[in-house]
């Protein structure tokens, strides 16, 4: 099979996706589609791949004879499985092999840090009231950082809402937010029905970094949410710089790009 044409399909401004800009800036001189289905049909792609969410639009597709492929990175099993078949349609085996090969050599490091006993809480940027369950492919910061899901015990995917007696009960040792939060450290330490909290007694609120895209999102640089979560855990035998230098060493390796090391925050 051919390398396959690249378009960029996208329902954001791909020019607010600094990773885009940092890699290729060629690629945001492709059509921006969104999951329009006949501006896509225009760009006459080899194959789409899709998440699952969309495939009401697979027959739109197949009307018009374009390969679909459909996705589904709703876990660490089937983000790894979705890398394989892109890979492999796209011809670049190697490039999937190579990045596992790096997973499991940064698994392994966490590995030697040992388990924490700590539970730990990843909010949506929505609500403090919206975690991240066992069921989301998010839980994968947290087993491969070896520390417990604050929220096991909640069912649902896409950040299910819980009452704020059900966090009071959690009680979770830390939370995590995202940088983009529509809420603050603040409100949540300066909220008087949150006193009884141990996050709160400790100030154990922490934000998850966001370094020229998001790792809390099923992307290849998604195992540094959880190099960064084992500093936090680990800082003497994982320092920062450690950490710092796995995120600058993964974009060069992967991205081809240098990254600017004031970016990288704690």
């Not at 600094?18 to 792609?45: F, H, M, R, W």
């Not at 374009?66 to 349609?89: G, N, R, W």
């Not at 009231?129 to 015990?153: D, E, R």
Request: charged letters at 25%; glycine letters at 2%.
């Amino acid at each position: 099979m051919s390398k396959p044409q690249v378009y960029l399909v996208t329902q954001k401004n791909a020019s607010s996706r600094s990773i885009y800009q940092k890699t290729d800036p060629d690629l945001l001189e492709l059509p921006q589609v969104g999951c329009n289905v006949s501006l896509i049909a225009k760009t006459a792609p080899d194959v789409v791949f899709m998440m699952k969410e969309n495939k009401d639009l697979i027959e739109d597709f197949e009307e018009r004879h374009i390969k679909v492929i459909v996705v589904d990175p709703s876990s660490e099993k089937k983000y790894d499985a979705m890398v394989s078949l892109i890979a492999k349609v796209c011809g670049k085996q190697n490039n999937a092999k190579k990045l596992k090969n790096y997973y499991s050599t940064k698994k392994s490091k966490m590995n030697s840090l040992g388990t924490s006993n700590k539970h730990v809480y990843i909010a949506s940027k929505e609500s403090i009231y919206k975690p991240v369950t066992p069921s989301m492919f998010q839980s994968t910061i947290l087993t491969t950082a070896h520390v417990k899901n604050a929220a096991a015990s909640i069912k649902g995917v896409d950040y299910p809402t819980i009452a704020l007696e059900t966090l009071l009960t959690l009680n979770p040792d830390i939370v995590i937010m995202p940088r983009n939060a529509s809420y603050s450290k603040d409100s949540i330490y300066n909220y008087e029905f949150f006193s009884s909290l141990d996050i709160v007694k400790n100030k154990k609120i922490y934000i998850m970094p966001e370094v020229v895209e998001s790792w809390m999102d099923p992307v290849p640089s998604h195992i540094l949410a959880s190099l960064w979560l084992s500093y936090v855990l680990h800082p003497h035998d994982y320092t920062y710089e450690n950490y710092k230098k796995d995120v600058i060493d993964f974009y060069k390796e992967f991205y081809d790009f240098s990254l600017d090391e004031t970016l990288i925050t704690k």
